[in-house]
């Protein structure tokens, strides 16, 4: 069987690494907000490029405590709008709700699956404050013109970097091109932790002293409380692992970076859409999260790889404008985010799939027809 994932085969890899520094981690008797947090944040903030990383306890609460951090600040306040294209992981929308915002939803480009730039002016209104670019599959969504709409309408820019830690636009990465940006180290993720962990980083450091407030009951000074905080706190043993495999991301990616190429050279179904990306092996901009088709007969083709032995997945099946947690949403429409959702499908790639299973899954794929 070909495995959509293997995260047991990703982490063996690691595993002496990965056992030292957990009984370095045990020995030490410290577990929380220590030494080895301190180094990965500074090594994160190096890979990123940003001047401030912030280790938080998931990339949910890394959008979050962003958004909380503006509205502290006074940059953000209760009810003003945030975009975040349409298509999205509903995470990104529930950071929004979740601290007191509007997320206002615009539809993506239908070749890149990201937010559709050129359509963002046109749903600004007086209450718009911010955008939450999401690289979506691990393909970096920026252009100069997000960067002229944001001065002109003194946006904020977020990047929700969870799926495409690593990848670059005109030598700058993600975490490195917004205001601020949010990681998740789900354990599926490009870099992932043995657990739960995420990460902001940021180049304002009003902002990174706030969400580091923010994330720990909103204190510096323990039993002096500044503001209604949370508990977000990377844990130590998540910061020594993530430390361990920050340092294999880039291979990691190169090895993506060449499965992706595979499919792209080998998938020959007229039925199916590929990811268009030019030069996909020298392309920074993509570090392949997902490897993501689009095809009319999904459902079949899903239940023909499946009995072939090839684990498929949907992301996503549903879109979040059409989820009961928004229900005040359901009778919007979103034909190009509809039409996504209902002819996506995932093929296996991650770092440790062979070329020869990848090869297997396009001979599948080239011999159906629905
Ligand atoms: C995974 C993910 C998140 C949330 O990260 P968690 O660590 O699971 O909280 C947010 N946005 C996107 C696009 C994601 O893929």
New binding site residues.
Partial sequence: MIKFSDLQKINEQYREDLKRVSAEVIDSGWYLLGERLAVFEKSLQKFTGSTHAIGVG???DA?FLILKGYIELGILKHGDEVIVPAN??I??LLSVSNAGLHPVLVEPDISSYNLDISKIEEHITTKTKAVIV?H?YGRVCWSSDIEVLAKKHKLKIIE?S??AIGASWNEKKTGALGDAAAF?F?PT?NLGALG?A?AITTYDANLAKMVRKLANYGSNVKYRHEYKGVNSRMDEIQAAFLQVKLNFLDTENKIRRELANFYLQNLKNPDIHLPRIEHPLSNESHVWHLFVIRVQSREILKEFLEKNGVQVLIHYPIPPHQQQAYAELNHHSFPITEKIHKEVLSLPLVPVHSFKEIEQVCGLINNFSA
């Fill in positions: 998931n990339g949910f959008l999205t992981y995470a990104t999401v979506l929700d969870a799926q998740s789900y993720k739960d995420g």
